[in-house]
T-cell receptor, first 113, second 110 residues
Framework: DAGITQSPRHKVTETGTPVTLRCHQTENHRYMYWYRQDPGHGLRLIHY???????DKGEVSDGYSVSRSKTEDFLLTLESATSSQTSVYFC????????????FGPGTRLTVT | GQSLEQPSEVTAVEGAIVQINCTYQTSGFYGLSWYQQHDGGAPTFLSYNALDGLEETGRFSSFLSRSDSYGYLLLQELQMKDSASYFCAVRDRQGGKLIFGQGTELSVKP
């Protein structure tokens, strides 16, 4: 299994508070991704990174920011959490040129009350 | 934009064969991937088709027809452990990301 960890694994927070989720990899893969998964919506890309300090938006990036200062870490921040951001968040990594094969972390279940 | 369609649910019996279809609309096509996810756990990669035809990996096969913008995942000799959600995904034209379908929940019955 690819070495990907996510922290925290579960979090409950209140509306309006900032939240940071961490993804850590030990594979030295170039690409890293943040997805959210909600019933009926599959996996939707929030942001992704194609190298240190190189990031780009996905299809549902509003309300989220990311940072990647080291190859192994990719942080997702909710500046001011809202109830609509209650979801399961998955991090993924890829190193193949086509990025068609991604390895996913175990997920973080976030509840915003 | 890009969109993918796959059935929301499929039910089959143990030992049978099941096919999960995926149709897509993309502005540029670079390949179709399939992923499996058990009970909200981490999705895992199953297969990838860049060219037309059938790719076989054990009990699982994946097919692609680029002219029809269509692909399918074929699961043979179904086992109870195959009960899971299956997602098709296409590579974005920029090559850096995948767009996922909404997933097909497969239930395997005894």
């Amino acid at each position: 299994d690819a070495g990907i960890t996510q922290s925290p694994r579960h979090k409950v927070t209140e509306t309006g508070t900032p939240v940071t989720l961490r993804c850590h990899q030990t594979e030295n893969h170039r690409y890293m991704y943040w997805y959210r998964q909600d019933p009926g919506h599959g996996l939707r890309l929030i942001h992704y990174s194609y190298g240190v300090k190189d990031t780009d938006k996905g299809e549902v990036s509003d309300g989220y920011s990311v940072s990647r200062s080291k190859t192994e870490d990719f942080l997702l921040t909710l500046e001011s959490a809202t109830s609509s951001q209650t979801s399961v968040y998955f991090c993924a990594i890829s190193d193949k040129g086509g990025t068609y094969e991604q390895y996913f972390g175990p997920g973080t279940r976030l509840t915003v009350t | 934009g890009q969109s993918l369609e796959q059935p929301s649910e499929v039910t089959a019996v143990e030992g049978a064969i099941v096919q999960i279809n995926c149709t897509y609309q993309t502005s540029g096509f670079y390949g179709l991937s399939w992923y499996q996810q058990h009970d909200g756990g981490a999705p895992t990669f199953l297969s990838y088709n860049a060219l037309d035809g059938l790719e076989e990996t054990g009990r699982f096969s994946s097919f692609l027809s680029r002219s029809d913008s269509y692909g399918y995942l074929l699961l043979q000799e179904l086992q109870m452990k195959d009960s899971a959600s299956y997602f098709c995904a296409v590579r974005d034209r920029q090559g850096g990301k995948l767009i996922f379908g909404q997933g097909t929940e497969l239930s395997v019955k005894p």
